[in-house]
């Protein structure tokens, strides 16, 4: 008797295992993303590093690439734009312009749009662009029901630039070239309540 009773307890188990498995996949086959899936504050950590100047679709490598890291907290609101402000630093110095009292650069908005299959663009516009500030194009990927989000720096328009390593300097308007990767996550405010 104890026997059967194992056999039903694992066979159960085992069975539950394969609906939970396959309620898993059917739901991630069905699962649809679009700009709604983006709602709410995120915290963004950005790295990576700026390589050099484009000019004529050509990479003319800096010397030196600039390291970037910075932090970031955006607001999404579901429709497909959103608010931002961030602290970057810029190989080894904080990005010069006007900030608030906690050293964050205020005032960044921008669009996004996330298709059905959960990849999407960010277009974000920094205060004074395009004459004194940066715009960015961003290819990105939301996950975990759009708790992640994880992109790439794929265009980044600047006012200037240093030249590059052979002396070709930017043109108007001025592209540089990004390797850098953000990673957001969306903030519990509520604390889990």
Same mark, same amino acid.
Request: net charge negative.
């Given at each position: 008797? +104890?026997?059967?009773?194992?056999?039903?307890?694992?066979?159960?188990? !085992?069975? !539950?295992? @394969?609906?939970?498995?396959? $309620?898993?996949?059917? =739901?991630?086959?069905?699962? #649809?993303?679009?700009? $709604?899936?983006?709602?709410?504050?995120?915290?963004?950590?950005?790295?990576?590093?700026?390589?050099?100047?484009? !000019?004529?679709?050509?990479?003319? *490598?800096? $010397?030196? *690439? #600039?390291?970037?890291?910075?932090?970031?907290?955006?607001?999404?609101?579901?429709?497909?734009?959103?608010?931002?402000?961030?602290?970057?630093?810029?190989?080894?110095?904080?990005?010069?312009?006007?900030?608030?009292?906690?050293?964050?650069?205020?005032?960044?908005?921008?669009?996004?749009?996330?298709?059905?299959?959960?990849?999407?663009?960010?277009?974000?516009?920094?205060?004074?662009?395009?004459?004194?500030? !940066? +715009?960015?194009?961003?290819?990105?990927?939301?996950?975990?029901?759009? #708790?992640?989000?994880?992109? @790439?720096?794929?265009?980044?328009? @600047?006012?200037?630039?240093?030249?590059?390593?052979?002396?070709?300097?930017?043109?108007? *308007?001025?592209?540089?070239?990004? #390797?850098?990767? +953000?990673?957001?996550?969306?903030?519990?405010?509520?604390?889990? =309540?």
């Amino acid at each position: 008797m +104890i026997m059967t009773h194992r056999f039903w307890n694992n066979s159960a188990a !085992a069975a !539950a295992l @394969v609906l939970m498995s396959l $309620s898993g996949a059917a =739901r991630a086959d069905g699962h #649809q993303c679009s700009n $709604s899936t983006l709602r709410g504050t995120y915290s963004f950590g950005v790295h990576g590093s700026l390589v050099g100047v484009i !000019a004529g679709g050509v990479l003319y *490598p800096y $010397s030196s *690439p #600039q390291l970037i890291d910075g932090v970031a907290v955006q607001t999404f609101d579901g429709k497909g734009t959103f608010t931002r402000k961030d602290f970057l630093m810029n190989t080894g110095l904080p990005r010069p312009g006007a900030t608030n009292t906690a050293g964050f650069a205020e005032g960044e908005t921008g669009t996004y749009q996330v298709n059905a299959d959960c990849t999407g663009t960010m277009h974000i516009v920094f205060p004074g662009a395009p004459a004194a500030g !940066a +715009i960015l194009d961003i290819q990105l990927v939301v996950g975990d029901d759009g #708790q992640l989000v994880r992109g @790439v720096v794929s265009k980044e328009q @600047v006012p200037g630039s240093m030249p590059s390593a052979n002396g070709m300097t930017c043109g108007a *308007p001025c592209f540089i070239g990004p #390797q850098i990767s +953000i990673e957001g996550t969306k903030v519990d405010t509520d604390h889990g =309540r």
